[in-house]
T-cell receptor, first 117, second 117 residues
């Protein structure tokens, strides 16, 4: 079956440009997460969507970052006026959620490698 | 405050030996879940094992076991009979459940494990 799909897989852009990163979660997964991973580092939480609830944006590093999730499925992470420190791999994950059901691991996409020149 | 702490940036283990990767966590929730993921150099995130806060027995999955000590808030991963293919980054993660389906997942900084032939 289809896993989590992210596009583009690689993005190179100039400082100051806006970028949009896309995530297609697994069908039926109501929880969707964005993380940022700098080279050799851990996963930094950015934002979490859960069904129709207001997203948890507590991890967004600045107001240049925003994300939306349309129709409870596809999500777009937008970074405005990119800076060199935004260079990283952006990972999207989805999972089943709702009533506590124990083991529900996140399924990750392959990530978008963003390079700001 | 750091919610998930992995104090070992890097570890070495001899092939066929067992190794323990440390993870401590901090939460005030009664209901939560703990995960371990493996990230090889290829970058994919691979789910290994899960432990629920109410699970009385330590989780096991093949060569992976989780040493869960709730009172100490630790969830160490034990890999038995290490193999060369176990060389990777290992991440501990916690899902906090606050009811209503809220299930934010945060990650530790990771431990880089290298298996020596």
């Amino acid at each position: 079956g289809a896993g989590v799909s992210q596009s583009p897989s690689n993005k190179v852009t100039e400082k100051g440009k806006d970028v949009e990163l896309r995530c297609d979660p697994i069908s039926g997964h109501t929880a969707l997460y964005w993380y940022r991973q700098s080279l050799g580092q851990g996963l930094e939480f950015l934002i979490y969507f859960q069904g129709n609830s207001a997203p948890d944006k507590s991890g967004l590093p600045s107001d240049r970052f925003s994300a939306e999730r349309t129709g409870g499925s596809v999500s777009t992470l937008t970074i405005q006026r990119t800076q060199q420190e935004d260079s990283a791999v952006y990972l999207c994950a989805s999972s089943l959620a709702g009533l506590w059901k124990g083991e529900q691991p996140q399924h990750f996409g392959d990530g978008t490698r963003l390079s700001i020149l | 405050a750091q919610k998930i702490t992995q104090t070992q940036p890097g570890m070495f283990v001899q092939e066929k030996e067992a190794v323990t990767l440390d993870c401590t966590y901090d939460t005030s929730d009664q209901s939560y879940g703990l995960f371990w993921y493996k990230q090889p150099s290829s970058g994919e995130m691979i789910f290994l094992i899960y432990q629920g806060s109410y699970d009385e027995q330590n989780a096991t999955e093949g060569r992976y076991s989780l040493n869960f000590q709730k009172a100490r808030k630790s969830a160490n991963l034990v890999i038995s009979a290490s193999q060369l293919g176990d060389s990777a980054m290992y991440f501990c993660a916690m899902r906090e459940g606050r009811g209503g389906g809220y299930q934010k997942v945060t990650f530790g900084t990771g431990t880089k494990l290298q298996v020596i032939p």
